[in-house]
T-cell receptor
């Protein structure tokens, strides 16, 4: 079955540590996105990538980093520079071009302890 | 800047009709989409409008007016399972590429 997979579902991190969230898709999609969602809030764009080896900052990129070495993978690193990292993180993919339908993973809930 | 505004909450009863509005401000516009998200889950795509007018998909319809930078999602024959958050989204121009921007979300509560 084609889809987009995020792991882990729940993640706990100590303050001052970096942590990497995984996002893999086998839909052959060109575009991939990372969003952050806080309780009762909308989805805020962190980073996005339209093609392999290229990515752009979204609206809240500070304290985060990404890579896009393979078409299937778009991992997000939450660094110690992110002041308030506890949130629900959603990864999405899209065929690219003018196609607007995005497919989401099930999300990773990150908690800083 | 780019922004999408939606009402934060809407309440309706089973069997009723509800309309969720979305106004947007973007640099470059390639269409308005709607997504549904149940609590703790992944958003799922509902509909897309590239041109002005109404698009119907079963109990759900979506409308767009590009001249007014406005759209809405219409849900008919409401069911309890429709209780969820609904987000509008636009594909906006982000430098040389396009990015997908979401609204603030509307929490729909369907009551018996």
């Amino acid at each position: 079955d084609g889809g987009i997979t995020q792991s882990p579902k729940y993640l706990f991190r100590k303050e001052g540590q970096n942590v990497t969230l995984s996002c893999e898709q086998n839909l052959n999609h060109d575009a991939m996105y990372w969003y952050r969602q806080d309780p009762g809030q909308g989805l805020r764009l962190i980073y996005y990538s339209q093609i392999v080896n290229d990515f752009q900052k979204g609206d809240i990129a500070e304290g985060y980093s990404v890579s896009r070495e393979k078409k299937e993978s778009f991992p997000l690193t939450v660094t110690s520079a992110q002041k308030n990292p506890t949130a629900f993180y959603l990864c999405a993919s899209n065929p690219g071009g003018m196609n607007t339908e995005a497919f989401f993973g099930q999300g990773t809930r990150l908690t800083v302890v | 800047g780019q922004s999408l505004e939606q009402p934060s909450e809407v309440t309706a009863v089973e069997g009723a009709i509800v309309q969720i509005n979305c106004t947007y401000q973007t640099s470059g516009f390639y269409g308005l989409s709607w997504y549904q998200q149940h609590d703790g889950g992944a958003p799922t795509f509902l509909s897309y409008n590239a041109l002005d007018g109404l698009e119907e998909t079963g109990r759900f319809s979506s409308f767009l007016s590009r001249s007014d930078s406005y759209g809405y999602l219409l849900l008919q024959e409401l069911q309890m399972k429709d209780s969820a958050s609904y987000f509008c989204a636009v594909r906006a121009r982000g430098g040389a590429t396009n990015k997908l921007i979401f609204g603030t979300g509307t929490l729909l509560a369907v009551q018996p």
